[in-house]
């Protein structure tokens, strides 16, 4: 699986920006798409995900604030990201969750959210 993300920036607090992220090659036995990410200092951290089956789940810290959403046909997942603070701002990794004998983790390259205060 191969994944091409897109749609960091520098954003003021307060705005929007809305990252997508293209998955090719198999996509049999993938059970989550999400985004992760990981600030200067700090480890990588889930920001949210969704199944299969449609089911998601989110960091406490943006519940209410982010939207993420997937389109099968696609084989795209995005993430609506409203009401941005400062501490939002890290690199954002896109991955995919197959059971392949057991589960495996494939992570895109990485993209840029900076928001300014």
């Known amino acids: 699986v191969q994944l091409q993300a897109s749609g960091g920036g520098l954003v003021q607090a307060g705005g929007s920006l809305r990252l997508s992220c293209a998955a090719s090659?198999?996509?049999?036995?993938?059970?989550?798409m999400g985004w992760y990410r990981q600030a200067p200092g700090k480890e990588r951290e889930l920001v949210a995900r969704i199944s299969s089956g449609g089911s998601t789940n989110y960091a406490d810290s943006v519940k209410g604030r982010f939207t993420i959403s997937r389109d099968n046909a696609k084989n795209t997942v995005y993430l609506q990201m409203n009401s941005l603070k400062p501490e939002d701002t890290a690199v954002y990794f896109c991955?995919?969750?197959?059971?392949?004998?057991?589960?495996?983790?494939?992570w895109g390259q990485g993209t840029l959210v900076t928001v300014s205060s």
């Open positions: 090659g198999s996509m049999i036995s993938i059970i989550y």
């Open positions: 991955n995919v969750d197959r059971v392949v004998g057991g589960k495996v983790a494939y």
